[in-house]
């Protein structure tokens, strides 16, 4: 299936409604007015956006770049806690120990309230969300033709 290059105003839409980073995440008629569509027509557009294939298709795109980003961001995480577990348990320092564990409990039950409830937006660090910030602005580029 071939899809049209998104307009300006359909990539903002996209970018402002699949981002967890974005205020109005999730929210069809907020992304709609921030993307520049009249309030008195943001619900409406953005009904009909969300059933629009080459909508459909990039908010599919976007969130799958967003998800690579996040879940490279939380694997690296966890490897630097389980390296600091290590070195807690080399060193018999059972602060460490906990406080690592601790953290590693953290990412783990992040990620499960994230993949259960979409309709939050996640806790997200500022370099993830300059990872975001970056991958958006990438898509935007790709889309906008």
Do not use: C, W
């Not at 974005?22 to 008195?40: C, F, L």
């Not at 557009?45 to 990039?58: F, G, Q, V, W």
């Amino acid at each position: 299936m071939s899809t049209a290059p998104l307009s300006a105003k359909q990539a903002s839409f996209v970018q402002n409604y699949a981002d967890p980073a974005s205020e109005t995440y999730n929210n069809g008629t907020q992304s709609a007015i921030k993307a520049g569509y009249s309030v008195k027509t943001a619900y409406s557009i953005s009904e009909e956006n969300l059933k629009k294939p080459a909508i459909i298709a990039a908010l599919t795109i976007f969130r799958a770049d967003i998800a690579e980003v996040l879940d490279h961001d939380r694997q690296q995480a966890i490897r630097d806690l389980r390296e600091a577990q290590q070195y807690a348990r080399t060193n018999k320092d059972s602060k460490a120990l906990t406080a690592a564990t601790r953290e590693l409990n953290a990412i783990s039950n992040l990620h499960k309230a994230t993949v259960i409830n979409e309709n939050k937006a996640p806790i997200l660090t500022i370099e993830q969300r300059q990872a975001l910030a970056d991958v958006a602005q990438e898509f935007k580029g790709k889309l906008v033709g």
